[in-house]
């Protein structure tokens, strides 16, 4: 059984910083890849950043240069480090994960419970 939980979040104003952990639990094999989505109340949820097993990162135009993902494999969790924080970023962030079981190409993917963000004005 994986379970993602996730901290870190909570209220700051505007221009400063918080640092999101998502971490992992679980019989992992391997993680294919672990992200940060953001939903507002009546809202979609949206892509924020992602990771891939090898590195590679993508973020949405929004975020570009103000947030950065990165995943301590050791202890399987990922992280949102995100400085300069806008009223806009208010949300609440879910980690995302499609992590290997096994090595015969058995997979998890899923959610963690999310954690509040909010930035005041």
């Known amino acids: 059984q994986v379970q993602l939980v996730e901290s870190g979040g909570g209220l700051v104003q505007a221009g400063g910083s918080l640092r999101l952990s998502c971490a992992a639990s679980?019989?992992?094999?391997?993680?294919?890849?672990m992200g940060w989505y953001r939903q507002a109340l009546g809202k979609q949820r949206e892509l924020v950043a992602v990771?891939?097993?090898?590195?590679?990162?993508d973020y949405a135009d929004s975020v570009k240069g103000r947030f950065t993902i990165s995943v301590d494999y050791a202890k399987n969790t990922v992280y949102l480090q995100m400085n300069s924080l806008k009223p806009e970023d208010t949300d609440v962030y879910y980690c995302?994960?499609?992590?290997?079981?096994?090595?015969?190409?058995?997979?998890?993917?899923?959610w963690g419970q999310g954690t509040q963000v909010t930035v005041s004005s």
């Open positions: 995302n994960a499609e992590v290997r079981l096994d090595n015969d190409g058995t997979t998890w993917h899923g």
């Open positions: 679980g019989r992992i094999f391997g993680i294919n890849d």
């Open positions: 990771i891939t097993g090898g590195g590679s990162t």
